[in-house]
Structure formats: structure tokens, C-alpha cells
């Protein structure tokens, strides 16, 4: 089970003993690429929570910033006890770019 917990303005995912994971499942749509940073900006959601929400990650995988672009839905591991929240196995399940696509 994880448990987000909010902190003047800044989430952690935590276990049931309290105890950060580092490694936690999500699914979502990337709103925009940054090459110069490979960073993405993706509204996700984690197995079991809800609402979808947006939020920036940085890509573990440098090369992951060459085959993402906006609107490709994704699975990925993100590591949110880094700053920025890190994504690392990223598996593109829909790679359809469509016009006017963000990319930097």
C-alpha cells in the first residue's frame, strides 16, 4: 500500500511502516518533453489512487527524452524520494506524436 503524504506543497509516497519506497508503478500521458533537461511533464496516476494529476519528472534513462513526445501514454517507475522525481522504465504504450506536439 502507498500513502501519499503532502507537506507544504510537496508529496512523498510512504509505506505502511512510514518508511519512503522509492520505487513506485505509474501510468500516464506526457504533457510536454524538455530535451536540454531530459525532463517530461506527465499526468499520471498511481494503481489505487485517484484524481490523474500533473507533475514534472527527470528521465534515469537519458535516451527515454528521444523516443517521448506529448500525448505518448506511458508506464513507468518513478523514484518520488528524488527531487526532481525520477522516472526510470519507461515502457511507451501508444507512440502516436499528433500535430502541434510539445517538445523543447
Do not use: C
Amino acid at each position: 500500500m502507498v500513502t501519499v503524504v503532502v507537506l507544504g506543497g510537496h508529496a512523498s509516497a510512504l509505506g505502511q511502516a512510514g518508511n519512503p519506497e522509492a520505487q513506485v508503478p505509474i501510468h500516464g500521458v506526457v504533457v510536454s518533453v524538455n530535451r536540454e533537461t531530459s525532463s517530461v511533464v506527465l499526468r499520471y496516476t498511481r494503481p489505487g489512487s485517484q484524481p490523474a494529476t500533473k507533475h514534472a519528472f527527470g528521465l534515469a534513462n537519458h535516451n527515454d527524452v528521444l523516443r517521448l513526445h506529448a500525448r505518448a501514454v506511458i508506464d513507468a517507475t518513478a523514484d518520488m524520494t528524488r527531487k526532481p522525481w525520477l522516472l526510470s522504465n519507461v515502457n511507451v504504450e501508444s507512440d502516436r506524436p499528433l500535430k502541434g506536439d510539445s517538445v523543447t
